[in-house]
Nanobody
């Protein structure tokens, strides 16, 4: 059974930092690209960052480029999202997800970080940025 568990969310002031974790189980972690998404109240799910299963190449949406960094530790079946210089508009529930396809085909999911190219989802972790 595929399972993803996000953690590390919390409340911070503008300009602060948080590091989110996404731990995967029940599947061969290295076969999948992993994406990070967020959903603010009343809005759709937004793709933020993606890390490929091979080579570790990363992709970011413009809204977070330069502030968020995605990384993975295969030995721990974990993907991280380091977030710095947080803004109030970063307030949302953050999710991680596995690519629809595996191995060499997984990279397609990272091209546009479109949620339709991802499947299994975690329950999310809340990030609140306010003063």
């Amino acid at each position: 059974q595929v399972q993803l568990v996000e953690s590390g969310g919390g409340s911070v002031e503008p300009g602060g930092s948080l590091k989110l974790s996404c731990v995967g189980s029940g599947f061969k972690f290295d076969d999948y690209a992993i994406g990070w998404f967020r959903q603010a109240p009343g809005q759709g799910r937004e793709g933020l960052a993606c890390i490929r299963n091979v080579g570790g190449r990363t992709t970011y949406k413009d809204s977070v480029k330069g502030r968020f960094t995605v990384s993975r530790d295969a030995s721990k079946n974990t993907v991280y999202l380091q977030m710095v210089r947080l803004k109030p508009e970063d307030t949302a529930v953050y999710f991680c997800s596995t690519s629809n396809f595996i191995r060499s085909s997984a990279v397609a999911s990272c091209v546009g970080i479109d949620e339709r190219l991802f499947r299994s989802w975690g329950a999310g972790t809340q990030v609140t940025v306010s003063s």
